[in-house]
């Protein structure tokens, strides 16, 4: 059984960092983009950022591209997301998520093989 586990989300004041982390298992994840979604109350579920299999090319949604950084190690089956300067919009459930294929096969929902069952970030202000 393939998952995906989320840890790293909890509640921050505005400005400050988190660090995403998600454990996969259940299969090899060779060949496969990892990534990072997010869904706040009443909104729909919209991509963060991806990083394909060798860790070139990540993508970032606008939002929050310059304030957070991508990356993977596959020894261990894990992506991170680095989250700095954290604004009260940041807050959200956010999904760890895998598509076979480039990274930009992740910057949709419907591109997704396998989804997180989500972590909580929250940011105050």
């Known amino acids: 059984q393939v998952q995906l586990v989320e840890s790293g989300g909890g509640l921050v004041q505005a400005g400050d960092s988190l660090r995403l982390s998600c454990a996969g298992s259940?299969?090899?994840?060779?060949?496969?983009?990892m990534g990072w979604f997010r869904q706040a109350p009443g909104k729909e579920r919209e991509f963060v950022a991806a990083i394909s299999w060798s860790g070139g090319q990540p993508y970032y949604a606008d939002s929050v591209k310059g304030r957070s950084t991508i990356s993977r190690n596959n020894a261990k089956n894990t992506v991170y997301l680095q989250m700095n300067d954290l604004k009260p919009e940041d807050t959200a459930v956010y999904y760890c998520?895998?598509?076979?294929?480039?990274?930009?096969?992740?910057?949709?929902?419907?591109?997704?093989?396998?989804w997180g069952q989500g972590t909580q970030v929250t940011v105050s202000s």
């Open positions: 998520a895998a598509a076979y294929g480039p990274g930009s096969a992740l910057t949709s929902n419907s591109g997704v093989n396998y």
């Open positions: 259940g299969r090899p994840f060779s060949g496969y983009a």
